[in-house]
């Protein structure tokens, strides 16, 4: 039912937005050309108008994907939903109606910030689309984040009054094998591409050197594109993206060339519809019957790439060690209900793979499982809102031999507490990218992250300055 109320809403906001772009348009031109005049390239008024097209029809496009997504969801048996769980997303589906008709709202909380998104040709990122993985696998909060300030409040159509310029570039899309691993060998080209692109038909990039531009990079190494990490360190991060703001899941305290850039680290994808479905057969307050958990790769004999082992040999170790042992349920092999065992585990293991971070940190935190970080030096993602040091553990890769001693250390004496923290529905829903902003998400947190840089908005500096 919630649902329903939900996806109503969705479907009336194209209308609204196309409405309003209308609008603005028409009084614009009508006010003598405002915005018109002050542009030097031609065929920006032209691009204008085939934004709003454009808009209405990716929107349409969104909006008839949530619907089917819905209906799906509706087949399933939802007897099982516990109280806490309705009772969070009818607060959510309140919280969005009052977000919808109240477009101050949160423009109040994050300073007034506005965003621009670039209508790019559909080469640099729709087109991408027609492989159905590309908005649901691990690196998706690139399409995740793009369609969300499409619908968002910070959203504007005036580039004039933007703090901020998206630029929509797709790089993880292009799957070389059903594994999911990634060809991002074509990412730094496509970025060029796009800016290249961007400064011939808007005139923002050059005054600020692209310091004012927000990116995605949501793979392994983030904009050093590749998944080893020495060939990631040596390429760097390309230089005309060196300026600008990126968003990455990569992350880790200590120096490292592949953030040398202003960065926010965001969490990897992972469906929300998917988590609730889930949650829906396994509440979080269920009966959590396997101690630990983890399922993913773990070679026995890991190869040796030029010097490097998969993990550190982090997972080598833990198969060696605790394959066998009752307590720990270790799987190998790729099972699509994953999930569920998830939410029936008390401790998720959340290993390095190549890079440290991993979709399991998302999952663990949504369904209720402490997460177990074995990963050093790792920078978690939202570390200033989320708070990581009460709703998990941390693991020296070191320690891993010694993982059965400090989990059932944890379970002897903070267990409860932990968990009871991971159930507050604020932590779990605060790495979920929902398909609308909701307060707290993923999203959210984002638009809060580019709040507190808006000193480098030219806009905001110009106005001071003046
Ligand atoms: C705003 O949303 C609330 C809750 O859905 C509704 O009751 C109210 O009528 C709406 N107000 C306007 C002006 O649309
Ligand atoms: C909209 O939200 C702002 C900020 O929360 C509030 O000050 C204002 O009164 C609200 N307006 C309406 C019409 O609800
Ligand atoms: C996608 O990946 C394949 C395999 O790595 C590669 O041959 C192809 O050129 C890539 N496509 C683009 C547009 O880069
Ligand atoms: C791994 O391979 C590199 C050469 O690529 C070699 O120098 C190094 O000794 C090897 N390490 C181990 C532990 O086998
Ligand atoms: C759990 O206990 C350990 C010490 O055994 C402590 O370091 C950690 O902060 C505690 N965590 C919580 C959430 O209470």
Request: aromatic letters at 12%; glycine letters at 6%; hydrophobic letters at 40%.
């Amino acid at each position: 039912m919630v649902e329903h109320q939900q996806q109503q809403q969705i479907k009336r906001v194209p209308r609204a937005r196309g409405f309003y772009v209308r609008m603005k348009l028409l009084s614009t031109t009508k006010n003598g050309g405002r915005l018109v005049p002050q542009l030097e390239k031609k065929g920006f008024f032209y691009r204008y108008c085939k934004w709003v097209l454009w808009l209405s029809l990716s929107l349409y496009f969104f909006s008839s994907f949530l619907i089917s997504n819905h209906n799906e969801q509706q087949n399933k048996p939802t007897t099982s939903l516990s109280t806490t769980h309705f009772s969070t997303f009818a607060s959510r589906a309140l919280f969005e109606s009052a977000a919808i008709n109240n477009t101050t709202q949160q423009g109040a909380l994050f300073d007034g910030l506005k965003i621009y998104v670039y209508d790019l040709p559909p080469k640099y990122n729709t087109d991408w689309l027609k492989n159905e993985r590309c908005s649901t696998h691990l690196f998706a909060s690139e399409v995740a984040i793009h369609r969300t300030l499409l619908t968002s409040d910070a959203l504007t159509v005036d580039p004039y009054e933007a703090d901020f310029f998206f630029v929509p570039v797709y790089v993880s899309c292009n799957f070389s094998t059903i594994n999911g691993f990634p060809a991002i060998g074509h990412a730094r080209s496509l970025i060029a591409s796009a800016i290249d692109y961007v400064r011939v038909e808007y005139p923002f990039w050059d005054r600020s050197h692209g310091a004012d531009h927000v990116f995605v990079a949501a793979h392994d190494f983030a904009s050093c594109f590749h998944t080893m990490e020495d060939v990631a360190i040596s390429d760097g991060i390309p230089g005309f993206l060196k300026n600008s703001i990126v968003l990455q899941t990569f992350g880790v305290k200590h120096h490292h060339p592949c953030q040398e850039v202003e960065n926010v680290v965001i969490p990897p994808y992972v469906s929300p519809g998917k988590v609730r479905a889930t949650l829906e057969k396994s509440p979080i307050t269920g009966r959590r019957d396997i101690f630990a958990f983890f399922r993913g790769k773990m070679e026995v004999h890991p190869k040796n790439i030029s010097g490097r082992f998969y993990s550190k040999r982090v997972r080598t170790e833990l198969w060696r060690k605790y394959n066998g042992d009752r307590r720990f349920y270790l799987q190998r092999h790729r099972f699509a209900g994953y999930q569920s065992e998830i939410a029936r585990s008390k401790f998720c293991l959340c290993p390095l793979g190549w890079a440290p971070w991993s979709p399991r940190l998302v999952e663990s935190v949504a369904l209720g499982c402490v997460p177990v970080i074995i990963a050093d030096g790792i920078r978690l993602p939202f570390d200033d809102v989320v708070p990581w040091a009460e709703i998990s553990v941390n693991v020296a890769e070191k320690d891993v031999g010694k993982l059965a001693e400090i989990l059932e250390h944890v379970a002897a004496t903070n267990l409860t507490s932990i968990q009871k923290n991971l159930r507050d529905p604020r932590v779990r829903g605060a790495l979920l990218f929902s398909d609308r902003v909701q307060e707290g998400d993923a999203t959210w947190n984002v638009l809060s992250a580019l709040t507190a840089k808006l000193a480098r908005s030219h806009r905001r500096s110009r106005v001071s300055s003046q």
